[in-house]
């Protein structure tokens, strides 16, 4: 299984980025995916999720009505558009791939990607 995350950047504050994450080695319309962010020094956070459907999905509070997760399940991959991004959305990004109904924590999914940085500027 491999899950390649693509699209990070230097981006200035309120600009906007779309990240990409293709997958391969496994079914991926059967698995709910989640793009989680790790900054400097603190702990790896949730971010968006998307339900194997694409139906249901649920962002944290910090991106809400910022970033929009989705996802195409004939190319296998599952984007995180982020508009009007902030300096303190400077982080790496991970994709990850689940097989359960709980998605918040870092410990519901299987498969994780390696990461792609994205700097915000102020």
């Known amino acids: 299984v491999q899950l390649q995350a693509s699209g990070g950047g230097l981006v200035q504050a309120g600009g906007s980025l779309r990240l990409s994450c293709a997958a391969s080695?496994?079914?991926?319309?059967?698995?709910?995916m989640g793009w989680f962010r790790q900054a400097p020094g603190k702990e790896r956070e949730f971010v968006a999720t998307i339900s194997r459907s694409g139906i249901n999905i649920d962002y944290a509070d910090s991106v809400k009505g910022r970033f929009t997760v989705s996802r195409d399940n004939a190319k296998n991959t599952v984007y995180l558009q982020m508009n009007s991004v902030k300096p303190e959305d400077t982080a790496v990004y991970y994709c990850?791939?689940?097989?359960?109904?709980?998605?918040?924590?870092?410990?519901?999914?299987?498969?994780w990607g390696q990461g792609t940085l994205v700097t915000v500027s102020s």
């Open positions: 080695g496994l079914s991926f319309s059967a698995y709910g």
């Open positions: 990850a791939a689940r097989t359960g109904s709980t998605y918040s924590r870092v410990s519901h999914y299987k498969y």
